[in-house]
């Protein structure tokens, strides 16, 4: 039955992070630590063990995710290859934050971070990409009505932004990606295909630096992962396939609905474990 249960964990992780770039993490996390409390057998998971975990698993739902995206040729690698360089550092800095981290701390900061992401979403009609200026990076891409418009970012700001998000992913196992996915669309305009293609590319990647940290330090439950990881894999090729179906507001619209749940879920939590 446990089996059983983190397969479908893996499947519903691995389908919703890449339908919506965040990797899967965001429901590994917050699920496993959650089961704790609730199932016996699972009582041994720590805030640590949850991330090393979760880290490892997002690996195959990035690597999943971006053979599937690379095929509908969304994935602005050139983009992504930058932002790496500046995640990569940020996921060391965070998986050494993780380190000693309660977890009832961990479950209020959490959820904060969540509602602060899922709010500036709800915003971001009133929010104007900045402007992409000669020493910027520039992209272009068709939007669904056929138009070619342009985006892109400065070098240093996406730098900064991705070692953020670097730090992120290695302090909460989230893969970064919830926010990333906002900052490429808000910040650099990015249209919100290529925005969460793009995130689970960088997942990939920024995956594997952390997880070897986490796997040093005995972070990683390793029954577990062989559980999560084949419904992971299959999960994350059902969300670009669903992905590829959905309008750019329909994206927003889920990603929002997703954060609000689970950040609630995760600040109560907390709350009622001071």
């Known amino acids: 039955m446990d089996w059983l249960l983190l397969v479908l964990l893996g499947l ?14 965001i429901i590994v996390v917050p699920a496993l630590l959650v089961m704790s409390e609730v199932v016996p057998s699972f009582a041994g998971i720590t805030p640590q063990t949850a991330v090393g975990t979760s880290l490892l698993i997002m690996i195959f739902t990035g690597m999943s995710s971006t053979i599937s995206y690379t095929k509908q040729k969304v994935v602005d690698m050139k983009s992504g290859f930058i932002f790496l360089a500046g995640s990569g550092p940020g996921a060391l800095f965070g998986v050494w934050l993780n380190k000693g981290m309660e977890t009832n701390v961990f479950l209020i900061i959490f959820g904060l971070f969540m509602l602060f992401v899922a709010f500036v979403l709800f915003i971001r009609n009133r929010l104007k990409p900045l402007p992409v200026k000669r020493t910027s990076i520039k992209r272009e891409y068709i939007t669904e009505l056929g138009e070619k418009q342009e985006y892109g970012f400065s070098l240093a700001l996406g730098l900064s932004i991705a070692f953020a998000v670097g730090t992120l992913s290695g302090l909460f196992g989230i893969g970064g990606g919830s926010l990333m996915v906002p900052a490429m669309i808000l910040l650099f305009g990015f249209p919100p295909h290529v925005a969460v293609a793009t995130s689970m590319f960088m997942i990939l990647f920024s995956s594997i630096i952390s997880s070897i940290s986490h796997i ?55 709350i009622q474990g001071i």
């Open 12 to 25: 519903a992780a691995g389908t919703f992070g890449s339908l919506l770039g965040l990797g899967g993490g």
């Open 216 to 270: 040093s330090l005995g972070n990683v439950e390793w029954l577990y992962a062989l559980a999560l990881i084949p419904g992971a894999w299959f999960g994350a090729s059902i969300g670009a396939a669903i992905n590829k179906r959905l309008k750019s507001n329909t994206l927003i619209i889920l990603l929002r609905f997703f954060l609000i749940i689970i950040a609630f879920r995760l600040i109560w939590q907390g």
